[in-house]
């Protein structure tokens, strides 16, 4: 079982920036990918950013260039540095870490940005 354990949600202005972490413990293999999550109120959840174990990056089109994952393999760790946010980036942020072929899912930070 892998835990992960999400924190530097908030409140911001926009324009402004945040940067989420997620730690990953427990029973821990290999990670292969690793990447966060948001889901808006009476939307679905959807894909923000992903990093795989190669390094390689993806992101949403409605985050390029603002956003960027990153990640510390000798600390089983995942950012998120949020720039230049906007009022639809308000949501619930979820870490998601793929290893041994199952995903694993934080509890979620709120991430609110006002205007």
């Known amino acids: 079982q892998v835990q992960l354990v999400e924190s530097g949600g908030g409140l911001v202005q926009a324009g402004g920036s945040l940067r989420l972490s997620c730690a990953a413990s427990g029973t821990i293999f290999v990670i292969n990918n690793m990447g966060w999550y948001r889901q808006a109120p009476g939307k679905q959840r959807e894909s923000v950013a992903t990093?795989?174990?190669?390094?390689?990056?993806n992101y949403a089109d409605s985050v390029k260039g603002r956003f960027t994952i990153s990640r510390d393999n000798a600390k089983n760790m995942v950012y998120l540095q949020m720039n230049s946010l906007k009022l639809e980036d308000t949501a619930v942020y979820y870490c998601?870490?793929?290893?041994?072929?199952?995903?694993?899912w934080g509890q979620g930070t709120q991430v609110t940005v006002s205007s």
């Open positions: 998601q870490v793929r290893s041994g072929g199952y995903d694993y």
């Open positions: 990093i795989y174990k190669s390094g390689s990056t």
